[in-house]
């Protein structure tokens, strides 16, 4: 179930890191109407969450090679870490792709972090050297993920059932479609369909009683299958937050190189899953974002 969380932590991460692109974008051109030192502070603010993003990530690669990189496994997971990185981060300023910086910014910075807290959990010293201790790394790594989490739940809580819409390949991504215009409609695109991910559409409603109000946003309704979906995804983080205060199955706080394998290593390989699963889907949208441009 914590899993599946990983999953749906990854995809609503993935909507978010877009819609943040799509929108400061549409804050600097909005600004560019009113005076250029507008719209030269969202870019510089742009820029900024760009370069503090690659800097973690960066830093977080060379921790990753000097510290858990002494193993094969270890060395293998950063190495693909680094190349999905780089690859995703070069296509995604192509002209032919045009999808900008900061998304996949800030998902080489959550790729390179979900690596390290994958190797964390490894039983073996050579891949994790707190392995038979219960060093401030896991510490750390535990209020980090705690941080990730409660901001994906609360982006979760807020929007609702628009959260469901993620899965709709034809609308917009719940903070572009509350910063468009009326009737303006993004390209965002989506990991999870044909088209783009997405948590809002909106449509042109023409209705008796409302003739006037051409270009309202037409939102989620609250339907039977919306609200459940909503508390499947309250259900995935709660068991996920269990594993996550007992260690992934070892309540009695011993580290990870004591006792059986069994645990570390299925909770490392959950999370490296989860990540490549986080990994295809940017490359699935990249793919589509190439094919919609063309």
């Known amino acids: 179930m914590a899993f599946f969380w990983l999953l749906v ?30 719209r030269k502070g969202w870019l510089g603010f742009y820029l900024l969450l760009c370069v503090s993003c690659l800097v973690a990530a960066i830093v977080g690669l060379v921790f990753l090679f000097s510290d858990y990189s002494e193993c094969d496994l270890g060395a293998f997971f950063s190495s693909i870490t680094l190349i999905f990185g780089v690859f995703t981060t070069i296509v995604s300023v192509l002209e032919v792709v045009n999808k900008g910086l900061l998304a996949p910014s800030i998902m080489f910075a ?7 807290y994958a190797l964390l959990s490894s039983p073996d010293e ?15 790594s535990l209020v980090v993920i705690a941080l990730v989490t409660g901001a994906v739940l609360l982006y979760c809580v807020v929007n609702g059932t628009l959260i469901l819409n993620i899965f709709n390949t034809e609308g917009e991504g719940v903070m572009v ?9 993004s390209d965002n695109f989506s990991a999870a369909g044909g088209g783009g991910v997405t948590t809002s559409q909106p449509l042109d409603v023409e209705s008796p009683g409302n003739s006037g109000n051409s270009g309202i946003q037409q939102e989620s309704s609250g339907t039977g299958h919306e609200i459940v979906f909503f508390h499947v995804m309250m259900m ?19 580290p990870e190189g004591d006792g059986g394998n069994t645990v570390p290593l299925m909770s490392m390989w959950l999370k490296i899953l989860s990540q490549w699963a986080f990994l295809a889907m940017q490359c699935r949208a990249l793919y589509v974002a190439y094919f919609d441009t063309e």
């Not at 068991?239 to 309540?251: E, F, I, R, S, V």
Request: proline share 4%; net charge negative.
């Open 9 to 38: 932590q990854a995809l609503l991460l993935l909507d978010f890191a877009y819609d943040c692109h799509e929108v400061i974008m549409l804050k600097a051109d909005n600004a560019s109407n009113q005076s250029e030192s507008s």
């Open 110 to 116: 959550y790729s390179v972090f979900m690596c390290w």
């Open 126 to 140: 050579e891949c994790n050297p707190s392995a038979d201790t219960n060093s401030s790394n896991k510490t750390t």
């Open 177 to 185: 479609g509350q910063h468009a215009r009326p009737g303006q409609k």
């Open 236 to 254: 995935l983080v709660s068991c996920y937050g269990a594993m996550m205060l007992t260690n992934w199955g070892k309540p009695d706080g011993t």
